[in-house]
């Protein structure tokens, strides 16, 4: 379909809407996709700074269009779908192209909605249209090619080739180089408290183009629904559209290159700021200064009760934390085990009312992704442990759902229990937990 729709995307030829100067929108495209050709993709030409042009550049709309496709996602406040997306562009692509290339697209408020946070409570989010969710993504690729080259090596959130796991392992390096303290940073409300003047100034040193950066205080001065009402938003970067990701990295790049200049060893993911030191009284030092610098120069709050100065081994990374000794190895942190738990004993609960094949189903899908993730820990007797407990679940609801003594003996039976054992297991009064531990 996107074959079909590029003529109105890129050429500006032969339909209602048509943005004033066909031919020379036609010029200006060819002449984009030859000096900017797979910019987004491959990386910026060198001294080029990014231009709308290359926002609106036939390639890098397509691959905006199947990122947001593979992205899936909610409605935004006009309802639209992600599936209705490539027919309201056919149609409407014409005239969005030409607000975006004289500087008058104005991006609607997001929609607001609340999500549960891991450790509790409530994280709000902002659902941008499926329209804005588009541009957006057309803008980041566009960006993210130019800037990320600059951010630093010790910066691991959302950018491309980099992972949780390259964080987690450079921490364990630090820790193994007998940098055994950590300066846990915690910011507080990070996303909802970016300062948006600040944020733009960081942006306009790295962006000539008016346009982009007009659209970019767009984005954040869009707006949010909620309850029916539309409030401004004058700080912050609500979480939800593609570009906040790299908004943020922009902003903490500042306290990168800050930790950089001081000699410190530190490892950040987003919002997420570890510094390796030798000692605690050099920690404190390093997290009083710190928390000066960041409420000084980027008007941002470090959360006292959450960031501490601590072994790693008492404090999590990424949900990861570490042994103890000259040779620490990673482990899976006690509040992601305990998290684990809680989504396990829901998935199999005894009164469910769902088949085993149903229940394991569900459970191994959760699995799958869990163990890919903390898979990477190095510690396998407690993955054996958490394996072994799983079991004994599926064990309990087997139990149950043979209801009576009965059906116990003859399922026991067929799977090879002698009979007296069976006949004793059958008419056991202990619960299905205690039995489904029992030995053959």
């Not at 869009?222 to 790299?246: I, K, M, R, Y």
């Not at 006690?334 to 199999?348: D, E, M, N, P, Y």
Request: charged share 30%; net charge positive.
């Amino acid at each position: 379909m996107w074959q079909k729709d590029q003529s109105k995307l890129n050429s500006g030829t032969g339909a209602k809407g048509e943005a004033p100067s066909t031919a020379a929108g036609e010029s200006e495209a060819r002449a984009a996709k030859t000096c900017l050709e797979r910019q987004a993709v491959a990386g910026p030409i060198l001294g080029l700074d990014p231009r709308m042009e290359a926002v609106v550049e036939r390639e890098n709309l397509k691959t905006a269009l199947a990122q947001v496709k593979r992205n899936k996602g909610a409605a935004g406040i006009d309802g639209m779908s992600v599936g209705e997306l490539p027919a309201y562009l056919k149609e409407h692509w014409l005239a969005i192209r030409a607000q975006l290339l004289d500087g008058t697209y104005k991006p609607q408020p997001v929609r607001r909605v609340e999500i549960p946070k891991a450790s509790g409570g409530l994280r709000p989010l902002g659902i941008p249209t499926v329209l804005d969710r588009f541009i957006q993504q057309a803008v980041l690729q566009v960006l993210q090619a130019d800037w990320d080259r600059t951010f630093s090596e010790m910066s691991f959130g959302f950018r491309p080739g980099r992972s949780a796991h390259q964080a987690v392992a450079q921490a364990q390096a630090y820790i193994a180089s007998r940098h055994a303290v950590v300066v846990d940073i915690d910011l507080e409300k990070f996303f909802d408290r970016v300062n948006h003047d600040i944020l733009m100034g960081l942006a306009a040193k790295r962006v000539a183009d008016k346009r982009l950066l007009k659209l970019i205080r767009g984005f954040l001065n869009a707006g949010v629904l909620e309850g029916g009402l539309v409030s401004p938003t004058e700080e912050g970067t609500p979480q939800g559209g593609p570009l906040s990701p790299l908004l943020s990295n922009l902003m903490l790049d500042e306290l990168d290159k800050e930790l950089e200049k001081r000699g410190h060893r530190f490892v950040r993911y987003a919002d997420d700021c570890n510094i390796y030191v030798r000692s605690r009284k050099a920690g404190e030092r390093v997290l009083a200064g710190i928390e000066k610098f960041l409420e000084k120069r980027l008007k941002l709050k470090v959360n006292k009760a959450k960031s501490a100065v601590a072994r790693p081994s008492v404090r999590k990374f990424l949900s990861f934390s570490f042994t103890r000794g000259r040779r620490p190895r990673r482990r899976v942190a006690s509040q992601a085990i305990a998290r684990f738990k809680v989504r396990v004993r829901g998935l199999t609960r005894r009164q469910a009312g769902r088949s085993l094949v149903q229940i394991i189903e569900k459970l191994s899908l959760y699995l799958k992704g869990w163990r890919g993730y903390f898979g990477f820990c190095q510690t396998p007797s407690v993955l054996r442990k958490l394996d072994e407990w799983i079991r004994r679940r599926l064990r309990a609801v087997v139990w149950t759902q043979w209801k009576r003594g009965a059906a116990r003996f003859d399922e026991l039976r067929r799977r090879g229990v002698g009979r007296e054992l069976a006949l004793k297991t059958a008419g056991n009064p202990r619960g299905p937990w205690r039995l489904a531990n029992s030995a053959r």
